[in-house]
């Protein structure tokens, strides 16, 4: 008989000791939850992709469209409108490919750690969770090595993302409380994050930039400033400017995919490396062999999540938690710096 680790809903359950599972490797899982009366007209992939939100919605309504995942005991359509008050019960047997459960060793530096919380420095290269084309050697994997108890909280404990070739400090509740209040906080704009960039071209000034974000209806892995996206605020500031670059801060108010790549494409100035939206791999005049090769060949958007302020979700302690670059970042601030100084006057 399944059973219910959590009182709350979306329910969990597995149809064995989850510890168990989890040293053992095994992949066939369930999730159960009531739909509240608030998504009432809403499609059963997108609730799905709330209440269980561990997972992709393209794999639930992958898994709606088998059968897996079923409403009130019925195999439906993932674009089947839901009155309010139904069961989904999901059932599936996880590829290797979906599996959030597998621990394995990946690197990252751990900046702060309680039973509550844990702040991780991602390197850049690291994908944060399993998904198509990723199936493993993720952060998700290397957290669920690191502390195994992760593996009973949805998304592994993670509050929010960072793309993969992107660096810097990451949040990781510990605990299903401190989930909570962490999501919350996060909504509520009440968690502090910056980054720090390198742009191509010369910024003028710093500026905030206030432009709606969705997909891009022509290149569906890239997003775009468009006047039905959703909500997006940068505040960006000029920390030092060189030949044909710019060292920037960059605050965000709210946390859309990708948000300062595509804001400051947006605004004619894209991140170094960041050929995805825009990167022309600039090179000043004159510039000396070896710079020229590190622009043109630096091998991920030049960003890095350097700080975040925050409440401790159980204690309230107020946190400031910083990461320095990484050592390619550092190395071409060196480069634009030399680069600078050997043409002033």
């Known amino acids: 008989m399944a059973r219910a680790l959590t009182p709350f809903n ?5 149809t064995s000791n989850l510890m168990e599972r989890l040293m053992e490797g095994k992949q066939k899982i369930g999730r159960q939850a009531r739909v509240p009366g608030t998504f009432a007209g809403r499609r059963v992939d997108r609730v799905a992709a709330e209440l269980f939100e561990e997972f992709s919605r393209a794999s639930l309504s992958r898994w709606i469209q088998r059968g897996d995942l079923v409403v009130d005991g019925c195999q439906v359509k993932p674009k089947t409108k839901l009155k309010g008050g139904e069961s989904l019960v999901l059932e599936v047997e996880l590829s290797p490919g979906e599996d959030w459960h597998r621990p394995e060793k990946v690197p990252f530096r751990v900046v702060y750690e309680d039973s509550d919380l844990l702040v991780i420095d991602k390197p850049a290269g690291i994908v944060v969770h399993p998904g198509a084309g990723n199936p493993s050697g993720t952060l998700v994997n290397g957290l669920l090595r690191y502390r195994e108890t992760l593996g009973l909280l949805p998304r592994a404990g993670i509050i929010h993302r960072l793309d993969k070739d992107t660096s810097g400090l990451l949040l990781v509740a510990g605990s299903l409380e401190a989930r909570h209040a962490l999501t919350k906080a996060l909504q509520n704009r009440d968690i502090s994050r910056r980054y720090c960039a390198i742009t191509e071209g010369v910024m003028v000034a710093g500026q905030d930039i206030d432009q709606p974000i969705g997909r891009d209806p022509r290149r569906r892995l890239r997003q775009k400033v468009r006047e039905d996206g959703k909500q997006a605020q940068t505040r960006v500031r000029v920390r030092d400017r060189f030949r044909a670059h710019t060292l920037i801060g ?16 947006h605004i004619g100035h894209p991140l170094v490396g960041d050929g995805q939206y825009g990167a022309r791999a600039i090179v000043p005049p004159g510039a000396v062999p070896e710079f020229r090769d590190m622009l043109r060949n630096f091998g991920r958007q030049a960003l890095h999540a350097e700080r975040l302020a925050l409440d401790h979700p159980t204690t309230h302690r107020h946190l400031e938690l910083r990461a320095e670059p990484p050592g390619d970042f550092q190395n071409l601030l060196l480069a634009l710096r030399a680069d600078r100084a050997l043409h002033e006057g």
Request: hydrophobic share 35%.
């Open 10 to 14: 979306p329910g969990w359950y597995f």
């Open 250 to 265: 960059a605050e965000l108010t709210t946390g859309r995919t990708h948000q300062i790549r595509v804001h400051l494409s």
